[in-house]
């Protein structure tokens, strides 16, 4: 059984930074590929940015140079930093753990961005 511990509210001024953790109760989280996905108001769940068991990134054009995704395979984390925050960045931040048709998402972290 794999859960997603993230969750909360989060408030960061315009410019700020932040970094989202989501450990993951699973014994061979090393296997699983790991993303972030964020759900603003009135627009679809949308990618961020993911890393594959391998180490492979990707980030999403929107948090290019501003966004970074990082595992720590020891700790069975997966973070995501977030820097130069834009009030547009607005949204439930989702964690999501994938190994072939397997799927889990944490429970969101709304995170506000005010202006």
């Known amino acids: 059984h794999v859960q997603l511990v993230e969750s909360g509210v989060v408030f960061v001024q315009a410019g700020g930074s932040l970094r989202l953790s989501c450990p993951a109760s699973v014994i061979t989280f090393v296997m699983y590929h790991m993303a972030w996905y964020r759900h603003a108001p009135g627009m679809q769940r949308e990618l961020v940015a993911r890393?594959?068991?391998?180490?492979?990134?990707y980030h999403a054009d929107a948090v290019k140079r501003r966004f970074t995704i990082s595992r720590d395979n020891a700790k069975d984390t997966v973070a995501l930093q977030m820097n130069g925050l834009k009030p547009e960045d607005t949204a439930v931040y989702y964690c999501?753990?994938?190994?072939?048709?397997?799927?889990?998402w944490g429970k969101g972290t709304l995170v506000t961005v005010s202006s």
């Open positions: 999501k753990a994938e190994l072939g048709g397997e799927v889990h």
């Open positions: 890393m594959t068991r391998n180490g492979n990134t």
